[in-house]
């Protein structure tokens, strides 16, 4: 899933440079919205791991 966050986020970096504002807006929003997933997948298989050690 991380992977998808940089690629998309490698997408809006072009589109922006490019002049493609509202691609690279929603590319951003896009990548936003993944890494948040990622993060909240990420803490909880830390917790349920942590907590299958006990």
Do not use: D
Request: no cysteine; aromatic share 14%; proline share 0%.
């Amino acid at each position: 899933m991380l992977h998808y966050a940089v690629a998309f986020f490698s997408i809006a970096l072009v589109a922006g440079a490019l002049g493609f504002t509202g691609i690279a807006a929603g590319a951003v929003e896009f990548t936003k919205i993944l890494f948040l997933v990622f993060i909240v997948l990420f803490v909880i298989s830390l917790v349920m791991g942590l907590n299958r050690r006990r």
